[in-house]
C-alpha cells in the first residue's frame, strides 16, 4: 500500500528532465523545438531549470552549450555548486545516448508541470473557499473559473507556411460560394443590413453603439432572440435590464404584443393568445441570459466559458460595454481590456461577439446629430478592437418635423472586410420592442417653396445654355 508521504509527492520525471538537457547539448539544433513546449518553470528540479535558463542564455548570445560552456556560465553567477562544479553537466552529456525522442521527452516533462500546476490552482481554490475575506463568493468562483480555464491546453500558434491553410480556407470560400453571394455568417434581422455585411462573422467582435433611445438594447435582443429561435445556441449578458424585462421585451417583439399592454394589462384589449404564442417559441429558443449588473470582464469571461464547456456558444451578446464594472482613473485602458476580452471570446469560441456601445453625450450638442467614430465613449480602444462598428441614429428624436418620421438609421462606420460608409433604413417599430424592415420607398426630404422656385430658376437658366 502506498504510504501517505509517497502520495503527496508532486507528480515529476527526473529522467524525462535529464533525457531534454542531456538531448540539448548533443544536438543544439533542437531547441527551437523544445522551446516550443517547455520553459524552463516546467522542469521539477530548480537545477534542471537552471540548466535551460543557461542553454538559452548562451543560444541567445551564439555561444555553444556544450558541458563545458554551461559550467563556465553558472562559474560566473557564482552558482557552480548546483551543478556539481560542472560533475553533473558532464554526466548529463554522456549519459544521454541520443537526442532522437527528444521532443516526446519534453511533452512528458509539459505533462506533469501541468499536473502540478492543477494541483496547484486546485489548493489556491479550496484556501480562498475557506477565506470569507477574500471576496464574496460569486467573486471567488468567478476567479476560479478564470484559473482553471488558464489551464486548458492551448492551439499551438507559431509560424507555418500559408500553404498549410490552403485547403481549409478552400473549404470555407465553397461553403461561402453555396449561399449563392448572400448571408454567409450568422444572420442580422434585417434583410438589408444582411445584404451589406452578409452576415456577423465567426470570430469577429461588431459594436452596436448610440446615444440613449436610438435602440442599441432593442436591436441587441432582435438579434439575440431571432438566433435563439432559430436554434443557434445564444448567451445574453444584460448588465443593465433585467431576466424580467428581457421577457417582457421578447415576448413583445416576438408576438407584436404592445409592450405598454404588458406593463400594464386591461380587459381593453385581448393579447393573450398572442402572448401565449410568443411564450411556446421563447420556451424552445436556445437563449441563455445572464442580468447581473455591475460584471467585471473578467467574471463575464469566466461564465461564458463555463457555459461553452458544456456546449459550444455560437452566438455572444453583451449590453452594454459602458455598464461594466471599471476604475474611473483608468477607464481609457479598461473599456480597451474589455473589448479585448470580448475579442478573445470571439476567437476562441470561433463564433460572433456583439457589444452594444455608448456615445459621447457631446455629440447632443451639435446641429447634425449623427454619429462619427469619435462620438465613441474612449474611441481608441474601442474602434481598434472592434471588427464592425454600426451607429444607430433617430432624427425624429431631435427634431419632431424630419422628414425621417419612423426611421432608424442604421450606419455602417467600420468594417474590415465590409464596404464602411452604409447607411440602411430601419422602421422603428418600439411600441412593439422591435426593428424592422423598412419597405417602400426610403424617405426623401420635402424642398421648401423658396428652394423648390430657386431649382426651377436654375433649371430654365442650365437649359438654354451659355451665352457667347
Given at each position: 500500500?502506498?504510504?501517505?508521504?509517497?502520495?503527496?509527492?508532486?507528480?515529476?520525471?527526473?529522467?524525462?528532465?535529464?533525457?531534454?538537457?542531456?538531448?540539448?547539448?548533443?544536438?543544439?539544433?533542437?531547441?527551437?523545438?523544445?522551446?516550443?513546449?517547455?520553459?524552463?518553470?516546467?522542469?521539477?528540479?530548480?537545477?534542471?531549470?537552471?540548466?535551460?535558463?543557461g542553454i538559452e542564455a548562451l543560444a541567445e548570445r551564439k555561444k555553444p552549450f556544450d558541458a563545458v560552456v554551461l559550467a563556465d556560465w553558472f562559474e560566473s553567477l557564482g552558482q557552480a555548486e548546483l551543478v556539481d562544479n560542472g560533475a553533473y553537466l558532464t554526466e548529463l552529456s554522456?549519459?544521454?545516448?541520443?537526442?532522437?525522442?527528444?521532443?516526446?521527452?519534453?511533452?512528458?516533462?509539459?505533462?506533469?508541470?501541468?499536473?502540478?500546476?492543477?494541483?496547484?490552482?486546485?489548493?489556491?481554490?479550496?484556501?480562498?473557499?475557506?477565506?470569507?475575506?477574500?471576496?464574496?463568493?460569486?467573486?471567488?468562483?468567478?476567479?476560479?473559473?478564470?484559473?482553471?480555464?488558464?489551464?486548458?491546453?492551448?492551439?499551438?500558434?507559431?509560424?507555418?507556411?500559408?500553404?498549410?491553410?490552403?485547403?481549409?480556407?478552400?473549404?470555407?470560400?465553397?461553403?461561402?460560394?453555396?449561399?449563392?453571394?448572400?448571408?454567409?455568417?450568422?444572420?442580422?434581422?434585417?434583410?438589408?443590413?444582411?445584404?451589406?455585411?452578409?452576415?456577423?462573422?465567426?470570430?469577429?467582435?461588431?459594436?452596436?453603439?448610440?446615444?440613449?433611445?436610438?435602440?442599441?438594447?432593442?436591436?441587441?435582443?432582435?438579434?439575440?432572440?431571432?438566433?435563439?429561435?432559430?436554434?443557434?445556441?445564444?448567451?445574453?449578458?444584460?448588465?443593465?435590464?433585467?431576466?424580467?424585462?428581457?421577457?417582457?421585451?421578447?415576448?413583445?417583439?416576438?408576438?407584436?404584443?404592445?409592450?405598454?399592454?404588458?406593463?400594464?394589462?386591461?380587459?381593453?384589449?385581448?393579447?393573450?393568445?398572442?402572448?401565449?404564442?410568443?411564450?411556446?417559441?421563447?420556451?424552445?429558443?436556445?437563449?441563455?441570459?445572464?442580468?447581473?449588473?455591475?460584471?467585471?470582464?473578467?467574471?463575464?469571461?469566466?461564465?461564458?466559458?463555463?457555459?461553452?464547456?458544456?456546449?459550444?456558444?455560437?452566438?455572444?451578446?453583451?449590453?452594454?460595454?459602458?455598464?461594466?464594472?471599471?476604475?474611473?482613473?483608468?477607464?481609457?485602458?479598461?473599456?480597451?481590456?474589455?473589448?479585448?476580452?470580448?475579442?478573445?471570446?470571439?476567437?476562441?469560441?470561433?463564433?460572433?461577439?456583439?457589444?452594444?456601445?455608448?456615445?459621447?453625450?457631446?455629440?447632443?450638442?451639435?446641429?447634425?446629430?449623427?454619429?462619427?467614430?469619435?462620438?465613441?465613449?474612449?474611441?481608441?480602444?474601442?474602434?481598434?478592437?472592434?471588427?464592425?462598428?454600426?451607429?444607430?441614429?433617430?432624427?425624429?428624436?431631435?427634431?419632431?418635423?424630419?422628414?425621417?418620421?419612423?426611421?432608424?438609421?442604421?450606419?455602417?462606420?467600420?468594417?474590415?472586410?465590409?464596404?464602411?460608409?452604409?447607411?440602411?433604413?430601419?422602421?422603428?417599430?418600439?411600441?412593439?420592442?422591435?426593428?424592422?424592415?423598412?419597405?417602400?420607398?426610403?424617405?426623401?426630404?420635402?424642398?421648401?417653396?423658396?428652394?423648390?422656385?430657386?431649382?426651377?430658376?436654375?433649371?430654365?437658366?442650365?437649359?438654354?445654355?451659355?451665352?457667347?
Amino acid at each position: 500500500m502506498m504510504d501517505f508521504e509517497e502520495a503527496r509527492v508532486l507528480p515529476h520525471r527526473i529522467d524525462a528532465e535529464r533525457a531534454v538537457l542531456g538531448g540539448l547539448m548533443l544536438a543544439p539544433e533542437a531547441l527551437w523545438q523544445v522551446q516550443a513546449i517547455l520553459t524552463p518553470e516546467d522542469f521539477y528540479r530548480q537545477d534542471h531549470q537552471m540548466i535551460l535558463r543557461g542553454i538559452e542564455a548562451l543560444a541567445e548570445r551564439k555561444k555553444p552549450f556544450d558541458a563545458v560552456v554551461l559550467a563556465d556560465w553558472f562559474e560566473s553567477l557564482g552558482q557552480a555548486e548546483l551543478v556539481d562544479n560542472g560533475a553533473y553537466l558532464t554526466e548529463l552529456s554522456c549519459t544521454t545516448p541520443s537526442a532522437a525522442n527528444i521532443v516526446a521527452y519534453a511533452e512528458i516533462v509539459a505533462e506533469m508541470a501541468l499536473r502540478r500546476r492543477v494541483i496547484e490552482v486546485g489548493t489556491e481554490i479550496v484556501g480562498q473557499g475557506f477565506d470569507t475575506t477574500s471576496g464574496d463568493a460569486g467573486e471567488v468562483l468567478a476567479n476560479a473559473q478564470v484559473r482553471v480555464s488558464a489551464l486548458l491546453p492551448k492551439q499551438r500558434g507559431g509560424l507555418s507556411l500559408a500553404s498549410d491553410s490552403l485547403k481549409d480556407w478552400f473549404k470555407d470560400l465553397e461553403r461561402r460560394f453555396e449561399a449563392k453571394g448572400g448571408i454567409t455568417g450568422t444572420p442580422w434581422p434585417w434583410s438589408a443590413v444582411n445584404a451589406a455585411t452578409h452576415g456577423l462573422q465567426d470570430g469577429e467582435l461588431t459594436l452596436i453603439a448610440g446615444r440613449p433611445s436610438m435602440g442599441k438594447s432593442i436591436a441587441g435582443l432582435n438579434l439575440a432572440l431571432m438566433n435563439a429561435c432559430r436554434g443557434v445556441r445564444t448567451a445574453v449578458f444584460s448588465l443593465e435590464m433585467s431576466r424580467a424585462q428581457i421577457n417582457r421585451r421578447n415576448i413583445a417583439s416576438l408576438g407584436n404584443v404592445p409592450h405598454n399592454w404588458l406593463l400594464a394589462p386591461s380587459e381593453d384589449e385581448d393579447h393573450w393568445g398572442a402572448v401565449s404564442a410568443a411564450l411556446r417559441q421563447l420556451k424552445e429558443a436556445s437563449l441563455y441570459v445572464d442580468d447581473t449588473p455591475d460584471l467585471t470582464i473578467v467574471q463575464l469571461m469566466a461564465r461564458a466559458r463555463s457555459l461553452h464547456m458544456k456546449e459550444r456558444i455560437r452566438l455572444l451578446v453583451v449590453d452594454h460595454i459602458h455598464d461594466f464594472k471599471v476604475k474611473a482613473q483608468e477607464a481609457r485602458f479598461e473599456y480597451g481590456r474589455i473589448a479585448q476580452g470580448m475579442k478573445t471570446l470571439a476567437k476562441e469560441f470561433n463564433c460572433p461577439v456583439v457589444g452594444l456601445a455608448q456615445l459621447n453625450r457631446a455629440l447632443a450638442t451639435r446641429t447634425d446629430k449623427r454619429p462619427t467614430m469619435s462620438d465613441l465613449r474612449e474611441s481608441g480602444e474601442l474602434e481598434q478592437k472592434a471588427d464592425v462598428i454600426a451607429f444607430l441614429h433617430r432624427e425624429d428624436y431631435y427634431n419632431r418635423e424630419t422628414y425621417l418620421k419612423g426611421v432608424v438609421e442604421l450606419i455602417i462606420a467600420k468594417g474590415r472586410d465590409i464596404e464602411a460608409g452604409k447607411t440602411i433604413y430601419l422602421r422603428n417599430d418600439f411600441a412593439h420592442m422591435a426593428l424592422r424592415d423598412w419597405e417602400g420607398e426610403v424617405p426623401v426630404a420635402e424642398l421648401s417653396p423658396a428652394k423648390r422656385a430657386a431649382g426651377e430658376r436654375w433649371g430654365k437658366v442650365a437649359s438654354a445654355g451659355p451665352d457667347f
